[in-house]
Structure formats: structure tokens, C-alpha cells
């Protein structure tokens, strides 16, 4: 140990909640310092790729109450960073109505459309087909185009964050592993393999590896991590392009059959689009233990639905990869965000958000993250979110 370093605020893991954590609080006048093991702008844990899907509707109502807080907290980075972020080139959704599925339910979703006055248009199987170029899908599908949805930049957003994040003074520090934390009732030592820090509070946003800080204090989350497969195709046309897609199907007996794809991403010279299958199934027990190869039959599957209902594609795969996806374990929870209150002794003095798929609310995390370090509590609605929090008793 070189000797203690004093901040306000430490921030564990420099992806995106991380990063827009960072940049809020030395923002308010923070002494801030993020740490990340691997290094800012890896694609190792979740932010890999260069798109993610931005979308208001959700069918659970108060997740679709933060995504419209969210919103403007996106246009002030893009006015901050001179960017654009989001491209609202529609989000389509389409398939059984019926089905529950980790993206949520489509019938439930108009509902909640509905009740909060949120704009879309209702569209029928044969709707889908001769506006967005599918084929062959099952005639009681229908669905519905949400205009304001799309793509996400997510490298751009990374960048625009980072930039921010030093203009503000915030000290961010790449390949320094968190080995412990030491809450007690005035603050946190931080431990890591090259220093020794000490500050009033701590937020944890290192996504899979948050239990190896949690657990030596006698907590845990109920967390899974999946690597789940990316596919890059060709189109068969340059004129080809598409909102993005999420089709709703029942599940199978090996998988939860749903898929999705983005149209061409109007920041790439790329004429190629990127698709994937939403199988959360085996299950790693280890971040590190990440392949970046994808399971075949996962590639296989994908492949031959588009070949069977997108013949705008060609399903031949032009790349693969992969992305590690960490999910709660309660499928009816979305992610983990709250102070560490009765999760940790001396937990008040740590935040913690994890698990989910939680890009489209970055600007809205950091600022809920810094909002529960200064003060404990936040003007939005994430009571259903906290870590200590059975989801049934949330129901």
C-alpha cells in the first residue's frame, strides 16, 4: 500500500451505469474516483457491441415511468457531449400476444401504452409483413410500432461519458482490481491491488463480479450470467432496412424461441445488421469464464428463422460473437438498485446496481446512484428495484 487516497464517492466498475455515475457526482461537486479492473471501453462484461435497443413501453408501469424520466437526462448528454445517441428509427414488436417473456408481454404493454397516453400503432401479422419485409409468420401474430424507439449508440455514449467525466474533474483509473471493501459506520475503505482509498460512500456498478465484494461482508445477489450469441447479416438489398425488432414466440423445450434485430446503424459505414437469439439457458458461473464463441445451435436457430421469415436477409452468418448477459435470477425482477441497507452490515454507505438489461436508462442510473450516496433516497420510483427486496413482496 502506498497510503490512502480520500474521496467522496468511489466508484466500482467503469462501464456504463459506472461511467455516468462518475461523471454526475464530480458533476455536484464530488470528489470522484472510478476504478475499473479491465479497462474503460472493454467489451468483457455486457458492453459489447455497438447498438442496444431504446425503447419507452415496458409492461411492468413503473419501469415505463423511468424510461420516460430517462429520456430527458439522454438529451442533455447529447447536448452536453454535441452527438447524437439515439436514433428513433421505431420499435417494433410482434408475435404472440400472449406470451410472457423476458422482454415482457405485448397485450400488457399496449395496456400500459394506453393508460399513459404513450403513442403506437396496432398491427396485425400480414401489417408486419408487407411494411417490414417478414414472411410466413403465424396469422394470430400481431404486435405494434412504437416510433420513438430504436438504437442506441452505445461506443458514442461510452465516449461522451468518459469525456464529461474528466471535464468534471472525475479521477478514473483502469486496470486496478477492487480486492475488498470495509464499510463501517462513517464510510468505506476500498482495497484494490495497487492502493488503499478511503470515502463516505461507495457504488458498486461492476455487474458480474458485484458478489465477489458483497459476499466476503456476508451478502449476495441472485444473479446469472449468460453468453448469449450475436450474428451479423448481410442485407440482400441496399434499399433493405428495418426498425428494430423483437418477435414474441412460445418457448421451446430447449429454449425460450425469441429473436430480435437492429436495422443498419446509421452511425457504421457497415451495411451489415446485427441479430440474436434471447436464450437464457446453461447458465456460467464465472465472468472470466467467457469464450466469445457462440453456441452453434444457438446461431443455427437463428439462422434458420430468418431464412424462414426474413427474406430480406441473407441467413448465412457474415460474423459471430457474443455478449454476457447478467440477469437476476427472479425472472420478475429487472435489476438490482438500492443501498446495501440490510444486505451488508454497515450497507447504507454502499450503492449498488446490477444485473438487467439496463443501458437504456444510463443517464437515469447515475443520477439515481448519486442521488442514494448524498442523500439516501431519490425523487424516481425505484422501490420495487431494492436488493433486499423479495419480488413477490413487490407484487
Known sequence: M??????????????PVGLSTGWQAAERGQRTLVLDRHGFFNERCGTSGAERHWRLQYAQEDLFRLTLETLPGWRRLESLAERTLIYEIGSLWFGDVDVETNEGQIAETMR???????????????????RFGFANLPAHYAGF????????????????????????????????????????????????????????????????EVNSLLA??????????????????RRRGHDVDFPFWFVFQQPTEEDTNLFYGFGRNRWSPSDLVRLG????????????????VPDTRHVTRLSTWVSEHLP????????????????????RRQFYLGLATDLV?????????SSGWGFKFVPLLGEVCVDLALTGRTRHDISRLAPTLPQEAAQ
Do not use: W
Request: glycine share 12%; hydrophobic share 40%; aromatic share 4%.
Open 312 to 331: 430480406a436477409l441473407d441467413p448465412e452468418p457474415a460474423g459471430t460473437s457474443t455478449c454476457l448477459a447478467v440477469l437476476p435470477g427472479d425472472p
Open 277 to 292: 437469439p434471447v436464450f437464457e439457458v446453461d447458465p456460467i458461473d464465472d465472468a472470466d469464464r467467457t469464450r466469445g
Open 112 to 130: 400500459v401504452m394506453d393508460r399513459l397516453d404513450v403513442r403506437y400503432e396496432a398491427l396485425t401479422a400480414r401489417d408486419v409483413e408487407r
Open 345 to 353: 452490515p454497515d450497507g447504507h454507505n454502499i450503492v449498488l446496481y
Open 145 to 208: 410500432l412504437q416510433p420513438d424507439g430504436g438504437t442506441l449508440d452505445v461506443r458514442g455514449t461510452l465516449a461522451a461519458m468518459y469525456g464529461l467525466a474528466q471535464r468534471e474533474g472525475c479521477a478514473l483509473r483502469s486496470g486496478e482490481r477492487v480486492l475488498a471493501l470495509e464499510p463501517d459506520a462513517d464510510g468505506v475503505t476500498v482495497r484494490t491491488d495497487r492502493n488503499g482509498y478511503r470515502c463516505a460512500k461507495v457504488v458498486l456498478a461492476n455487474g458480474a
Open 2 to 15: 502506498t497510503g490512502f487516497e480520500v474521496y467522496d464517492i468511489i466508484v466500482v466498475g467503469g462501464g
Open 216 to 233: 466476503p461482508l456476508g451478502g449476495r445477489l441472485d444473479i446469472k450470467l449468460y453468453e448469449m450469441a450475436l450474428v451479423t447479416l
